[in-house]
């Protein structure tokens, strides 16, 4: 603390004329008001006239950070060179802090920290300052800026933003192998003291690695260290500041560093000598059994490659390697046989795939080991002399025909005899027979090439010592052809010509088709039968290659005179015995245009004088057809709605209803629309002034007949009906009178206008006079209507 308080107190130093000169003078840093025109002496010189001299000057002020004090901390003190002491300058401050960090006193220009001030939150304040007159409230001195700088102290240890740290560097490095850099950062002011300058070192992890202090570098400090001694290190790195000097603060963090495998050990076998027994039945492409070398590396650097060194035995075995398990696994290429050979010796090499150079001084990077197989006595099935067999017999052979053999033999040391039976699937196997002991096959069926060209079946064999043990081979059977089925013509059977060919114009090209099974180089010959030769219409003529040529031998032929022509056409092979067909072709005469293209072939054809075809005269015969269902739909569809409108002109009453839907405009509208079609003609005609329909007689008073209590509904209906029937002003026109009754347990009993005693004659209309002029062309209608009555007397 008083190391703080002296420090505070160097500010002040060397005052010249009342101006206030820093501890180290840095001119691009000081604050300087404009100079004044007035000139001041300046104290302690000795000339009388100087220059012009500025009014106050200033540099920067420093305070200490995390100041602990119990006063407020001395910083500086401000001094114009008008200020006489007497009084009369008031000193201001204002800016960063202001009031709240820094103070002044107004009369003296000291200033002071009031609170505690961190570096690294703010590293200076900028302020103003100036000179006011006490009395005029004036500034004296121009407003002028000024620094107060927050002076550093080693309050914050180093820290490792990035920590903690994982590296790696390859096993067998040399010593000086860069591992990793760390870096750690002090929050101190770098540019004062050693408050920031830190100093790296390793308090864990040595003799095996290395740190430079400065740049903190980390780098292998031992020679070839080994990944399959230890593969992991743990190193701890401080960080320390004030260069590493006793009293600096300290941090510190780990560095987690691995070894990467390198290729440096090559695979060994745990052995040089393997053994292994195998039996002489083991199937080909199987494994018999798995070798492995080890190899202390990681990752590819351990992948394998085994191989079978050239020389005995060698070829009858194969090694692969296992990608997963990185073994060898030994399968075997061909059969083994005991009776053969009953042992196999071979060497086996195991080899790296990824070499690395730099470790070829070591030795070679592989290993050998001899492995040698004792083939094991088994009891095998009987072998057969071939793995097919292939046998041919002519269709037709009879049965009990010996078509071959087939041989299976015991190769066991202790021979044993052999049986044969044929493998039966389905009914083909049953047209052979095999002898059980000698093995040969028979026909059990006549064949027939033409259902079955082939047969394909197996063959079982079987030791009499051990009728478990059997091996099978195929045996496929070929049907040689006999010909005896003669050729025939090819489709079409028929064919036409035009009735304006020439002669020598070839009409169809035919083949021929056998059933047989033709022998190479099998022909074809045509030719016309006996009995069709000396007929002058058509010929045929071989091409020599298995086809003919049908040809007319006239001009023009004609439909009317006949249509259809048959041809008998012979035609023989060339298989042994000869077989020959007559077969008959059918020509039909058919109208042709000029170009040979066939326009009919019908017979009905023949008889239509304007060429119409069949397809023509159907949709012809169609329309009509059409035409008469339509005519006799429509008749019928006319006496139905005759025989309707009959019908309806008796039952309907639509003469007598008048329907109109005009809307009026309300009770003052009298003309909206006219009623008149509803009223008697005869009444209008007589009279144009009444607009409504009077009778000629009396009107009667309507008697309700008094309703019984629990009057049926029914009997109310009908006793309005009878007295509407009875009524002489009652419409001469159909109409719809509806009632309701409101029944006798109502306290306001009905509310129908038909259980009013009077009749319309009875009533009085004059009171509608007295409800206004809404309603006064109501009131002149009725009392019109009473004015006309010609019973009432006035």
């Known amino acids: 603390m008083l190391t703080r308080n002296c420090l505070s107190l160097l500010l002040w130093v060397l005052f010249d004329g009342g ?17 004044r025109e007035n000139v001041v002496p300046v104290p302690g010189r000795r000339s009388s006239a100087q220059r012009v001299k500025r009014g106050w000057v200033w540099n920067q002020f420093f305070v200490l950070e995390e100041y602990m004090g119990s006063e407020p901390q001395y910083v500086g003190k401000l001094h114009s060179d008008l200020d006489k002491g007497v009084g009369t300058v008031k000193y201001t401050l204002s800016g960063d802090g202001a009031g709240t960090v820094f103070t002044i006193d107004e009369t003296t220009g000291d200033i002071h920290a009031i609170r505690s001030l961190d570096r690294e939150e703010k590293p200076f304040y900028t302020l103003r300052a100036q000179a006011v007159d006490v009395d005029t409230k004036k500034p004296l001195e121009p407003e002028s800026e000024f620094i107060i700088k927050v002076q550093d102290i080693n309050d914050n240890e180093p820290k490792f933003l990035d920590g903690p740290y994982v590296a790696s560097v390859p096993e067998m490095s040399p010593v000086g192998a860069y591992v990793l850099q760390v870096k750690a950062t002090d929050a101190d002011d770098p540019t004062y003291g050693n408050s920031a300058r830190v100093v790296y070192s390793i308090l864990q992890g040595q003799p095996y690695f290395s740190i430079d202090p400065k740049t903190g570098v980390i780098r292998t400090a031992l020679p070839n260290m080994d990944r399959e001694v230890k593969e992991q290190y743990q190193v701890l790195i401080q960080a320390k500041d004030m260069g590493g000097q006793l009293g600096g603060l300290a941090g510190t963090t780990t560095v987690n560093i691995t070894l990467t495998d390198v290729n440096d050990n090559p695979p060994r076998f745990p052995k040089s ?75 086996v090499e195991a080899s790296n795939l990824h070499l690395d150079h730099r470790f070829h001084s070591v030795g070679p990077f592989k290993d050998t080991a001899t492995v040698k197989i004792n083939v094991l006595d088994m009891d095998e099935p009987p072998v057969f002399s071939k793995p097919v067999y292939t046998m041919e017999v002519y269709e037709d052979t009879p049965v009990g025909t010996i078509i071959g053999a087939v041989t299976a033999q015991d190769l066991d040391a202790g021979s044993s005899s052999v049986r044969y039976f044929i493998d039966w699937k389905n009914d083909v196997d049953s047209y052979f027979t095999i002898d059980a002991t000698e093995g040969t096959i028979a026909t059990n069926e006549i064949l027939d090439r033409e259902s079955t060209a082939q047969y394909n079946f197996s063959i079982i ?50 083949t021929a088709a ?145 329907h109109y839907d005009d809307e009026g405009g309300g009770e003052e509208d009298t ?46 209906i009908n006793q309005r ?23 006798n347990g109502s306290v306001a009993e009905s509310l129908s206008s038909i259980d009013s005693l009077t009749t319309e004659a009875d009533q009085d209309y004059d009171y509608l006079s007295d409800w206004g002029p809404r309603f006064k062309i109501l009131a002149d209608m009725f009392g019109e209507e009473e004015s006309y009555n010609p019973d009432k007397v006035t």
């Not at 000169?21 to 008001?33: D, F, G, K, R």
């Not at 292994?276 to 080890?294: D, F, N, T, Y």
């Not at 091996?471 to 035009?498: A, G, M, Q, R």
């Not at 009906?721 to 029944?743: F, H, I, K, R, W």
Request: proline share 7%; hydrophobic share 35%.
């Open 19 to 35: 101006l206030l000169t820093p501890l180290h003078p840095q001119p691009q840093q000081t604050l300087e008001a404009e100079p």
């Open 273 to 347: 000598m393997l053994y292994s027994k195998l039996p002489e039945s083991s199937h080909v492409g199987s494994a018999i059994g798995r070798i492995r070398a080890v190899d202390p590396d990681f990752g590819k650097n351990a992948e394998i490659e085994y191989n079978i060194v050239p020389g005995d035995g060698g070829n009858l075995f194969d090694i692969t390697t296992d990608e997963n398990t990185q073994e060898g696994v030994i399968k075997l290429k061909k059969p083994l046989d005991f009776e053969t050979k009953k042992a196999y010796t071979f060497k």
């Open 461 to 510: 064999a079987s030791k009499v010592s051990n009728p478990l043990l059997t091996s099978k081979v195929n045996v496929i059977i070929n049907v040689l052809d006999v010909n005896e089925f003669p050729p025939e013509i090819s489709v079409p059977y028929e064919t036409s010509v035009c009735e304006n060919a020439k002669a020598g114009q070839v009409i169809q090209t035919v």
């Open 514 to 658: 056998d059933k047989d099974l033709s022998p190479a180089g099998q022909r074809f010959s045509f030719r016309l039968s006996p009995e069709a030769s000396n007929k002058p219409n058509f010929t045929i003529h071989d091409y020599r290659n298995n086809t003919a040529g049908i040809e007319t031998r006239r001009n023009g032929y004609s439909r009317r005179q006949q249509e259809l022509y048959f041809l008998p056409v012979v035609i023989e092979d060339s298989s042994y015995p000869v077989q020959s067909s007559t077969n008959t072709m059918t020509i039909r005469v058919c109208r042709c245009d000029s170009d040979g293209t066939i326009l009919s072939c019908n017979v009905e054809a023949i008889f239509l004088p304007v060429g119409l075809s069949t397809g023509a005269l159907i949709a012809i015969l169609l329309c009509i057809v059409i035409l008469l269902v339509i005519v006799v739909l429509y008749v019928a569809l006319r006496r139905q709605k005759k025989k309707d409108t009959l019908m309806t002109s008796k039952e309907d009453i639509r003469d007598n209803v008048i």
């Open 671 to 716: 003309q909206a629309f006219d009623i008149g079609a509803l009223r008697n003609p005869k009444v209008i005609e007589d009279n144009k002034i009444r607009r409504d329909i009077k009778p000629d007689t009396l009107r009667f008073p309507r008697q309700r007949p008094p309703v019984e209590d629990n009057t049926d509904i029914r009997d109310f």
């Open 721 to 743: 009906l009878q007295e509407n029937d009875v009524d002489p002003t009652a419409p001469p026109y159909d109409s719809l009178a509806t009632y309701a009754y409101e029944g």
